[in-house]
T-cell receptor, first 116, second 111 residues
Framework: ETGVTQSPTHLIKTRGQQVTLRCSSQ?????VSWYQQALGQGPQFIFQ???????GRGNFPPRFSGLQFPNYSSELNVNALELDDSALYLC???????????????FGPGTRLTVL | DAKTTQPPSMDCAEGRAANLPCNHS???????VYWYRQIHSQGPQYIIH???NNETNEMASLIITEDRKSSTLILPHATLRDTAVYYC????????????FGRGTSLIVHP
């Protein structure tokens, strides 16, 4: 059973550019969530996808968008990058339906994004 | 989802029990308490969760007070590898899931 993987591990972009981060869910998981973690802070929820549909969104602007594919892999896209977007981006997959209480999420190692 | 309050940092001697408290005084009846930890430069790792009863697994024990307004995560024999940030989250059912991680407790286990 493979765990959650993310690519790339590190990325450097300049302000105004666009970025796509990728996540491969744990085998069989149908729900994926994306988080942003600034230095010294806890992870902040960006959005969640369940069976290719967005199933909840945190307080992030529309320039943060996502996709979930039929094989349950996922992408996070960020347009018009700002300096404050520099952070660790984490994805997490889970098996259970999002409305159930059991929500043991399995996190990937994250992508460290630096915006200059 | 209810908010949680945790001490910013704690330390513990190796081999001793580490007891990490979490206050969730606004928790509602159908909300679970989850604990995750994050070792430096890694993604968070699920530890344990519970609703009312105390829970134990191979990693830790979770003690929830009778009024459910607080809980304690217990690492019975802390090791140096348990040094991490520990997050307590409450999570309800129904509707969209918007989990809230606070700043957690930075636990340092020293020799």
């Amino acid at each position: 059973e493979t765990g959650v993987t993310q690519s790339p591990t590190h990325l450097i972009k300049t302000r105004g550019q666009q970025v796509t981060l990728r996540c491969s869910s744990q085998s069989g998981h149908n729900t994926v969530s994306w988080y942003q973690q600034a230095l010294g802070q806890g992870p902040q929820f960006i959005f969640q996808y369940y069976r290719e549909e967005e199933n909840g969104r945190g307080n992030f602007p529309p320039r943060f968008s996502g996709l979930q594919f039929p094989n349950y892999s996922s992408e996070l896209n960020v347009n018009a990058l700002e300096l404050d977007d520099s952070a660790l981006y984490l994805c997490a997959s889970s098996l259970e339906l999002p409305r159930r209480t059991r929500d043991e999420q399995f996190f990937g190692p994250g992508t460290r994004l630096t915006v200059l | 989802d209810a908010k949680t309050t945790q001490p910013p940092s704690m330390d513990c001697a190796e081999g001793r029990a580490a007891n990490l408290p979490c206050n969730h005084s606004t928790i509602s009846g159908n909300e679970y308490v989850y604990w995750y930890r994050q070792i430096h430069s890694q993604g968070p790792q699920y530890i344990i969760h519970g609703l009312k009863n105390n829970e134990t697994n191979e990693m830790a024990s979770l003690i929830i007070t009778e009024d459910r307004k607080s809980s304690t995560l217990i690492l019975p024999h802390a090791t140096l590898r348990d040094t991490a940030v520990y997050y307590c989250i409450v999570r309800g059912e129904g509707g969209s899931y918007i989990p809230t991680f606070g700043r957690g407790t930075s636990l340092i286990v020293h020799p």
